[in-house]
T-cell receptor, first 112, second 111 residues
Framework: NAGVTQTPKFQVLKTGQSMTLQCAQD?????MYWYRQDPGMGLRLIYY???????DKGEVPNGYNVSRLNKREFSLRLESAAPSQTSVYFC???????????FGSGTRLTVV | DQQVKQNSPSLSVQEGRISILNCDYT??????FLWYKKYPAEGPTFLIS?????DKNEDGRFTVFLNKSAKHLSLHIVPSQPGDSAVYFC??????????FGAGTRLFVKA
């Protein structure tokens, strides 16, 4: 009953460092998403993968790259972290978009 | 410009009373609306949804009302319980892959 698993839960990076946020789901969902949550701004879509083998940009893709490794896994990479990327990152998955997403518990990232 | 607006950052309600959380949207083409609930240090969880062909959907203590002419929806929680204290996000989806979220309303239910 794991659902959506994100690693790590917390990370502190220095400006210019790179890192990859990992996400895996065990519900056999076709679609996966990466969102960031910032105070007063709700959740904003970074990238999504409608199905295995496809990825598309969301509302705020600059500074990020993604990989849909297989049906289960969808990773988010920051090549050169900036303080503006300090945020809480959520991965989500869904089978049918109108049935709601299942979210992971989030990764709190601080870039100093 | 926010397409989904939750104008009340917070709401405080006494246990047992009704909680009403509001949400406004800008695009009349939006045709499916969802509410998510989020506890601290957890991801949002899906709560209830409504299609634009309906004006009300009920699930236990939770009811969502949709007023298409006013581009407004609301979530009613009756009766409110301390465990309902959380951040509630309104969201909309046009059937594609881009769900748009509001900024959230933090609900405090006082015992």
């Amino acid at each position: 009953n794991a659902g959506v698993t994100q690693t790590p839960k917390f990370q502190v990076l220095k400006t210019g460092q790179s890192m990859t946020l990992q996400c895996a789901q065990d519900m056999n969902h076709n679609s996966m998403y990466w969102y960031r949550q910032d105070p007063g701004m709700g959740l904003r879509l970074i990238y999504y993968s409608a199905s295995e083998g496809t990825t598309d940009k969301g509302e705020v893709p600059n500074g990020y790259n993604v990989s849909r490794l297989n049906k289960r896994e969808f990773s988010l990479r920051l090549e050169s972290a900036a303080p503006s990327q300090t945020s809480v990152y959520f991965c989500a998955s869904s089978d049918v978009t109108v049935s709601g997403y299942t979210f992971g518990s989030g990764t709190r990232l601080t870039v100093v | 410009d926010q397409q989904v607006k939750q104008n009340s950052p917070s709401l405080s309600v006494q246990e047992g009373r009704i909680s009403i959380l509001n949400c406004d949207y800008t695009n009349s083409m939006f045709d499916y609306f969802l509410w998510y609930k989020k506890y601290p240090a957890e991801g949002p969880t899906f709560l209830i949804s409504i299609s634009s062909i309906k004006d009300k959907n009920e699930d236990g203590r939770f009811t969502v009302f949709l007023n298409k002419s006013a581009k407004h929806l609301s979530l009613h929680i009756v009766p409110s319980q301390p465990g309902d204290s959380a951040v509630y996000f309104c969201a909309t989806n046009t059937g594609g892959f881009k769900t748009i979220f509001g900024a959230g309303t933090r609900l405090f239910v006082k015992a």
